[in-house]
């Protein structure tokens, strides 16, 4: 049974630091792509950061409205993808969900953010 477990969330004022992250039990990430995405009350889900697991550093790619203010990154060894978010924002408010990507696709239950 593949789970994706978010965690890291909370609330922080603007300008603040928030470190999400997103452990797979049931799932080796290898060969995925892992993302995150958030979706805002009333708004559609978006995504925000994306890794490819591929052994390496793995790929990255940002939403405009992020890069340079956030990273995802992976621990292969622990079976984890990570987001550190600098400089956060009022926008940012959202919550957070982990998604793997492959021949299925995963989603966990997410991790509200909220920053004032």
């Known amino acids: 049974h593949v789970q994706l477990v978010e965690s890291g969330g909370g609330s922080v004022q603007a300008g603040g630091t928030l470190t999400l992250s997103c452990a797979t039990p049931?799932?080796?990430?290898?060969?995925?792509?892992m993302g995150w995405f958030r979706q805002a009350p009333g708004k559609e889900r978006e995504g925000v950061a994306a890794?490819?697991?591929?052994?390496?550093?793995?790929?990255?790619n940002y939403a405009d409205s992020v890069e340079g203010r956030f990273t995802i990154s992976q621990d292969n060894a622990k079976n984890a993808v990570y987001l550190q978010m600098n400089s956060l924002k009022s926008e940012d408010t959202a919550h957070y969900y982990c998604?793997?990507?492959?021949?299925?696709?995963?989603w966990g239950q997410g991790t509200q953010v909220t920053v004032s």
């Open positions: 998604a793997a990507g492959g021949l299925s696709i995963y």
């Open positions: 049931g799932l080796t990430p290898s060969g995925y792509c």
């Open positions: 890794i490819l697991i591929d052994g390496s550093d793995g790929s990255t």
